[in-house]
């Protein structure tokens, strides 16, 4: 059954009344800064309010309103690279802390939660990785292998996952992972740190951020925050042009929710080994129905023009696997940001003591996001952290050279747009309810022409990192 489009928004969006604090004033001063509202920036300021600091978080949009408002929501230690990879890049101990480091994380999301009475549905449940067609089981029992060195010694083999009507043959299950409503979890974070004594301005638009021994964040149309340190938790750096930059890609990835009927599918998460991969879980929906949230078709962002064609196929992947399935309900797509050498990068901005960083999410921002918290958090506080050293953002990981030299090969392609004309010549040739890229003299605009023939234009640079954007 071919289904309908779906809302074009997160399922997540805008289910919680989350607190905000009142505009900020001359002279604003406070021990820690933090830019961004999402799942990394709330959980540090949370930690960091309970052991008595002042905190100030800074956000342009609403609390979970990035990324973190756009997740599916999986909470896992199975790691998207996989452990084989993670040892090749990291080595045993490197790759060993990473799955300790997410592990670790779950559980302190499940302790939050229980610690502040949040409901945010909460639920341990089990993981199953599948082989997609034509893969070979020599990649799933090398990954048990790894898996049992490294000390994750409940990791087993299965005869197939538990999806009613499919085999999928050999899958290892990753016992006792989790998921939860990131909003919701977000709102009672949000509720925990004023309580605490922090400060949450959301609709705030952060202009420059300055480092040094007395840091300071310069808010648009606004004060400037003194702080003791400043933490940037926006999904990519906003302080710095350079130095991460050429470290991580951001790709795109797509979401869509499929009703079935309550209970038809075991609640678990379920992910492929393809590339890209499939990762899908359940979603309580209503009294009779869940939603089973199904994501996939990643790519290079701004590199591919066909979003409902990839809609249309993880719809047609979906009803493969999965039986009786209902109407597609909602519909989305997300920005993450894939490093090099497959982990985030938590700690000190490059060269920077008082500036702090998290980004490169690979697909799991939730427990990088908790990560983030609990790394920095000790970071702030001079204590001793062993996860430090595998997060830092100046290491430099030598067996990811090749990635990071075709990465940033792919980038320079880019631009190449500076030199080349417009799509079209004028705004006569733009159709109403579309946009294209038009050559001004050395400028480059984009131009998008309203149903009511009205143009609207910005420049076609991107921001990220000044290539022209399609």
């Known amino acids: 059954m071919k289904s309908d489009a779906g809302k074009t928004d997160s399922i997540w969006t805008a289910t919680a009344d989350i607190p905000t604090g009142a505009p900020l004033t001359d002279g604003t001063t406070t021990n820690v800064c933090i830019v961004g509202a999402g799942i990394a920036g709330m959980t540090t300021a949370y930690l960091l309010a309970r052991e008595g600091l002042s905190v100030i978080v800074l956000d342009d949009g609403v609390v979970?309103?990035?990324?973190?408002?756009?997740?599916?929501?999986?909470?896992?230690?199975?790691?998207?690279?996989?452990?084989?990879?993670?040892?090749h890049l990291h080595g045993f101990r490197g790759a060993k802390l990473a799955a300790e480091s997410h592990k670790a994380a779950v559980d302190q999301i499940e302790r939050i939660v229980a610690d502040e009475n949040i409901d945010c549905e909460f639920s341990r449940v089990d993981g199953y990785l599948f082989l997609g067609a034509g893969q070979a089981l020599d990649d799933l029992e090398s990954e048990l292998e790894t898996a049992h060195r490294l000390g994750l010694t409940e990791v087993r083999m299965v005869d197939t996952a538990p999806i009613p009507g499919c085999n999928t043959g050999p899958t290892l299950l990753f016992p006792n992972q989790a998921q939860f409503h990131p909003v919701k979890y977000l709102d009672g974070l949000a509720r925990a740190i004023e309580r605490d004594g922090g400060r949450i301005h959301t609709r705030t638009h952060v202009v420059s951020i300055r480092g040094g021994e007395r840091p300071s964040v310069k808010v648009e149309a606004g004060p400037t925050v003194s702080a003791k340190n400043v933490v940037v938790?926006?999904?990519?750096?906003?302080?710095?042009?350079?130095?991460?930059?050429?470290?991580?890609?951001?790709?795109?990835?797509?979401?869509?929710?499929?009703?079935v009927e309550r209970g038809s599918?075991?609640?678990?998460?379920?992910?492929?080994?393809?590339?890209?991969?499939?990762?899908?879980?359940?979603?309580?929906?209503?009294?009779?129905?869940?939603?089973?949230?199904?994501?996939?078709?990643?790519?290079?962002?701004?590199?591919?023009?066909?979003?409902?064609?990839?809609?249309?196929?993880?719809?047609?992947?979906?009803?493969?696997?999965?039986?009786?399935?209902?109407?597609?309900?909602?519909?989305?797509?997300?920005?993450?940001?894939?490093?090099?050498?497959?982990?985030?990068?938590i700690g000190h901005n490059p060269g920077?003591?008082?500036?702090?960083?998290?980004?490169?999410?690979?697909?799991?921002?939730?427990?990088?996001?908790?990560?983030?918290?609990?790394?920095?958090?000790?970071?702030?506080?001079?204590?001793?952290n062993e996860w430090k050293k595998i997060y830092d953002p100046s290491r430099k990981t030598l067996k990811s050279v090749g990635e990071f030299a075709r990465e940033?090969?792919?980038?320079?392609?880019?631009?190449?747009?500076?030199?080349?004309?417009?799509?079209?010549?004028?705004?006569?040739?733009?159709?109403?309810?579309?946009?294209?890229?038009?050559?001004?003299?050395?400028?480059k605009i984009a131009v998008?022409?309203?149903?009511?023939?009205?143009?609207?234009?910005?420049?076609?640079?991107?921001p990220h990192l000044g290539c022209i954007v399609d």
């Open 265 to 345: 599918i075991p609640k678990a998460l379920y992910w492929d080994t393809l590339h890209p991969y499939h990762y899908v879980r359940m979603q309580p929906f209503s009294e009779r129905e869940d939603l089973l949230l199904i994501g996939g078709e990643d790519h290079k962002t701004g590199q591919a023009h066909d979003t409902d064609a990839r809609f249309d196929r993880l719809e047609g992947w979906a009803r493969q696997m999965f039986r009786n399935l209902g109407v597609i309900e909602f519909r989305w797509s997300g920005q993450i940001m894939e490093p090099v050498d497959g982990l985030a990068f």
């Open 233 to 259: 938790a926006t999904n990519t750096p906003i302080n710095d042009w350079v130095k991460i930059h050429t470290k991580q890609a951001p790709y795109r990835t797509y979401v869509i929710g499929i009703l």
């Open 408 to 443: 940033n090969l792919n980038v320079a392609a880019q631009y190449v747009d500076y030199v080349t004309g417009g799509e079209v010549k004028d705004e006569n040739q733009i159709e109403r309810g579309s946009g294209s890229i038009i050559r001004r003299g050395l400028e």
């Open 448 to 462: 998008y022409k309203d149903d009511t023939g009205e143009c609207h234009e910005l420049s076609a640079i991107c």
């Open 352 to 384: 920077e003591e008082t500036i702090y960083i998290v980004t490169g999410d690979s697909g799991h921002g939730m427990t990088h996001g908790t990560i983030a918290g609990m790394l920095i958090s000790d970071l702030i506080q001079e204590r001793d």
């Open 64 to 87: 979970a309103g990035g990324e973190t408002g756009r997740t599916t929501a999986h909470l896992s230690y199975a790691l998207d690279d996989g452990f084989v990879k993670l040892e």
